[in-house]
């Protein structure tokens, strides 16, 4: 069972926190019709939203956005179930040639971003790709670092970072949680 500790990062910090890495994307990339937001599913979708929707209403530009099944590309497939639902094949718009941002929700061993890398791969070949996350926790096995990070949250092995967004969980926050 998992038990909240503390809330760390409250429905209006979050919001200022997705319109800053909205504000760094747009500044890195320049040219928005070369970006694609690609929400690794189902919070990083979540994610990927809700910086399209501020690039949108600070540039006025509608950026495109896909969503992204990374069950088929996970290093521990097996290990998950011995029947895996993949929910969706496809992304939903064209990466190659693009400046493609994987929006996810929180980083933490670095296997989840590299099996989305894998993923973008198989549907071509972008321009750059750049990994966008709420929250960095830190404990990487693989050499994976973010390009952009609402907050580094340092945590115990024992500790779990929970996003909750409104659309799943009624509420938007960040909270440090504990297994007991």
Do not use: W
Not at 30 to 52: E, N, P
Not at 121 to 131: E, H, N, S, Y
Request: with cysteine.
């Amino acid at each position: 069972m998992i038990k909240e500790k503390t809330v760390v990062i409250d429905s209006d910090k979050l919001i200022r926190t997705v319109s800053r890495i909205a504000h760094e994307i747009v500044e890195r990339n320049g040219d928005l019709k070369s970006i694609v937001l690609v929400g690794v599913l189902r919070r990083g979708a979540t994610f990927a939203k809700m910086l399209k929707e501020q690039i949108k209403s600070f540039e006025g530009a509608d950026v495109a956005m896909g969503e992204l099944d990374i069950t088929l590309y996970r290093d521990d497939l097996t290990e998950i179930d011995v029947d895996p639902q993949v929910k969706k094949r496809e992304i939903g718009v064209p990466v190659a040639g693009k400046n493609v941002i994987i929006c996810d929700d929180v980083i933490f061993t670095g296997r989840t971003a590299r099996a989305a890398m894998e993923a973008v791969l198989a549907f071509g070949r972008p321009a750059t790709i750049q990994l966008a996350v709420v929250v960095d926790r830190g404990h990487r096995e693989l050499p994976i670092k973010p390009d952009y990070i609402g907050k580094n949250i340092p945590t115990s092995l024992s500790e779990v970072i929970s996003v909750k967004f409104t659309e799943f969980d009624g509420e938007n926050c960040v909270a440090i949680c504990e297994n007991v």
